[in-house]
């Protein structure tokens, strides 16, 4: 069996300034210290990617962007392409978030297209997926979460999969404090690595890692980590304070 190493990924949606951010990250990065065991990556807002960059130079904390335009460069105001985030020493970039869902329209096709150029230009895309509340109640779960996986990794070479972080969230957890229970997410995540087996064979399906995301802190965290097919946290509001975040990686480094 494979051991994949967890992570836990923070991501701070539109949330402090370049200053703010800078002290979030210190306080952050001086208490987890150097530990190995979890790979940690925080997805601050973009004004605060070259700040943050700086800050986390020589720390094992990985930065990640929330969003991107899948073409490189253009006429496309108020966007932000792959180039212009790797410049900036930027690893990681959050795709099809509901949020970017849900409230800018993105939808299946478009979300691939930034997978695709992210992995173009060697960025993990961390790529969201995840169903309603009125999903969830329709029995849709599985069909949905399929849909959106299908969709956004079409196209994505076995090769370029193994980078693929999947995130898990369902959008009733998202920032409402209502958890998936462990056996509900274990249920899903455990169909994802069958969905990624049946994409692009067993090994790549057990390298991906596939985090969980909704109202994830460290009073549940625990038994969600300790779940087969749970390999971290997207953490949002938990992520805001050091304090929570950092007890979500040592969470994650015992389970
Ligand atoms: C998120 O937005 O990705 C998220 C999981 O948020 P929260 O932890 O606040 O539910």
């Known amino acids: ?16 300034t370049s ?14 210290g150097r ?10 807002p973009a004004t605060a990617l070259e700040s943050v960059g700086r800050t986390l130079e020589g720390a094992n ?3 990640g962007a929330q969003n991107m335009h899948f073409e490189a460069s253009g006429a496309f105001t108020g966007e932000i392409s792959a180039p212009m985030l ?18 800018f329209g993105e939808d299946d096709q478009l979300i691939n297209q930034k997978v695709l150029s992210a992995l ?4 993990r895309p961390v790529l969201c997926v995840g169903e309603s509340l009125e999903e969830r109640e329709a029995g849709d779960t599985l069909k949905v979460v399929q849909t959106q996986l299908e969709a956004g990794l079409a196209g ?21 404090g209502k958890v998936a229970t462990s056996d509900q997410a274990q249920e899903v995540h455990a169909f994802i690595r069958e969905l990624l087996t049946k994409l692009f064979g067993e090994t790549i399906a057990q390298k991906v890692r596939i985090l969980y995301g909704g109202s994830m802190k460290p009073s549940n965290a625990d038994e969600l980590l300790a779940q087969t097919d749970i390999d971290g946290g997207l ?21």
């Open 61 to 63: 904390i990985k930065l």
């Open 35 to 44: 530990q190995t065991e979890v790979d940690v990556l925080v997805c601050p």
């Open 156 to 176: 994505v070479s076995n090769e370029q999969a193994a980078s693929v972080i999947l995130a898990y969230e369902p959008v009733w957890a998202i920032g409402t």
């Open 86 to 103: 790797r410049d900036l020493f930027v690893t990681h970039v959050i795709l099809g978030h509901s949020e970017r869902r849900a409230l």
């Open 1 to 16: 069996m494979i051991l994949r190493k967890k992570l836990i990924a923070g991501n701070w949606k539109m949330n402090k």
């Open 120 to 123: 173009k230009t060697e960025l």
């Open 235 to 255: 953490i949002g509001g938990a992520a805001l304070e050091a304090r929570s975040f950092v007890d979500l990686v040592k969470a994650a480094a015992k389970s």
């Open 19 to 32: 200053a703010d951010s800078v002290t979030l990250v210190k306080e952050i990065a001086q208490q987890i």
